[in-house]
């Protein structure tokens, strides 16, 4: 009985099916699979059509796809409305592994069936096929590019290269987040960073992520937002009322806008209207769903992402039933391997454990992100919050605020002062001393 070679075509008619019907599936599809990992060839195209289209972004569907194989593909469009008969995947990386382990399968027969083959030749040198075959393999299994792999040749050039850029005056910047002390201490924000902007509620963590975003996309740099938590429209009033200067709870209190404060936010519509800024508001998002959307506003410009936040941030499948510190932890390991992957910064907003408030003193410190996760171990930079009003109820208080960059891998920390304007929710920085 002749063998057939690994393959699901239902598996991948589902698959497709999906693209075809779900522009988000689609989306995920593409970071999951190849063309190559589909058996068969009518299906290859299609999903070759589909990853072009996803490149180019444009809208992927059932007639875009269609006018784009007319012609070549006899009958595409009855073939993919039939795949578009077939179920939706229900766990869309589950179909993915399966598909790719059915090519594993059939690229490990073709390479021992060439080395059986090449057996046969007595002329042919053993170590010379075992050596084939190995590399073969380790290409199957995703290890065969030397892609990844830097010669010390390779990496001492390019160090004199940025020392060169340097010290002619040349060299990137970082992105500036507007504060003197955290960009003279950083030089900007660059590269692979997970950097934790945490505090107890009420602080103002988001109010400080909205402050940096407004100062880096009023500069042109394209920030990526993930509100898990508080609506768009929430966000977007923080930052009218703090470019406009008016207190943001007009917006809520029922009364109609005067003439000068319309005025003023009319100015500020004309400035904001064309700040690169990228916003996800859904709520509940898992790891592996953030993980992915963050990647396509990467490769849509976004060359830093804000998460606010942590606790709202939902496991992997395989993480239910588990202790928080345990989810918190799985939640910032997968964030690091994300920046690592993406190379940008990525700022997570993290929210302090209750045991400081049995303090005397609740002013923050590095120990008190103990119970929330890994996070002091796995961040690059951690920067805690602090007011004195919430606690003390003093008139005297109420604009006193402090944001320490208590941990900054590779550099200097220092504890930077700022005047709190509720009014607009916005910090702005008194001492701008430059730190020892």
């Known amino acids: 009985m002749k063998q057939i070679p690994p393959q699901m075509p239902e598996i991948e008619e589902s ?10 599936q689609a989306a995920e599809t593409v970071e999951l699979l190849q063309p190559a990992d589909f058996y068969r060839g009518e299906h290859q195209k299609i999903f070759q059509t589909v990853v072009d289209l996803s490149k180019k972004g444009e809208p992927v569907d059932l007639l875009t796809v269609t006018s784009t194989l007319t012609g070549k593909i006899e009958n595409i469009a009855f073939k993919l409305a039939r795949i578009t008969e077939q179920p939706i995947p229900i766990n869309t990386e589950l179909y993915a592994k399966k598909i790719i382990n059915c090519r594993q399968l059939r690229d490990m027969q073709a390479t021992f069936s060439d080395a059986i083959n090449s057996c046969y030749d007595q002329n042919i040198n053993y170590d010379e096929i075992l050596s084939g075959v190995n590399r073969k393999l380790n290409e199957i299994d995703g290890g065969g590019s030397n892609d990844s792999f830097t010669t010390m040749r390779e990496l001492t050039e390019q160090s004199s290269d940025r020392y060169e850029a340097i010290r002619n005056g040349d060299a990137e910047l970082g992105i500036m987040t507007g504060y003197p002390t955290i960009d003279r201490l950083t030089g900007g924000l ?56 008016i207190n943001s709870a007009i917006f809520h209190a029922g009364e109609k806008l005067d003439g ?177």
């Not at 698959?15 to 988000?24: D, K, M, N, T, V």
């Not at 003390?392 to 941990?407: F, G, I, S």
């Open 190 to 245: 660059k590269g692979s960073k997970l950097i934790i902007i945490a505090a107890r509620p009420g602080i103002g963590k988001t109010a400080f992520m909205c402050n940096w975003i407004s100062n880096m996309a009023s500069r042109g740099t394209m920030c990526g937002v993930f509100s898990i938590e508080m609506d768009k429209e929430e966000l977007d009033d923080r930052w009218n009322a703090s470019e406009a200067g």
């Open 15 to 24: 698959i497709l099916s999906g693209c075809l019907l779900f522009p988000e």
């Open 260 to 436: 000068e404060t319309w005025k003023k936010l009319t100015s500020v519509f004309t400035r904001k209207y064309n700040w690169p800024v990228l916003i996800d508001d859904t709520g509940g998002l898992k790891i592996n769903e953030l993980k992915r959307r963050a990647r396509r506003m990467v490769r849509m410009g976004a060359k830093i992402i804000f998460i606010d936040q942590l606790s709202e941030i939902r496991p992997a499948r395989d993480m239910k039933g588990k202790a928080p510190w345990e989810i918190n932890t799985h939640i910032v390991e997968e964030l690091g391997f994300l920046k690592k992957e993406l190379k940008i910064p990525i700022v997570l907003l993290a929210q302090l454990n209750r045991e400081l408030e049995k303090r005397a003193n609740r002013k923050p410190i590095l120990s008190d992100l103990k119970l929330t996760g890994m996070l002091e171990e796995k961040a690059d930079m951690v920067l805690l919050g602090y007011r004195r009003f919430p606690y003390t109820k003093r008139a005297e208080d109420e604009n006193h605020a402090e944001w320490e960059l208590a941990k900054h891998r590779g550099g200097a920390t220092w504890n930077a002062s700022m005047y709190w304007q509720p009014k607009f929710t916005r910090f702005v920085e008194l001492d701008t001393t430059k730190p020892r």
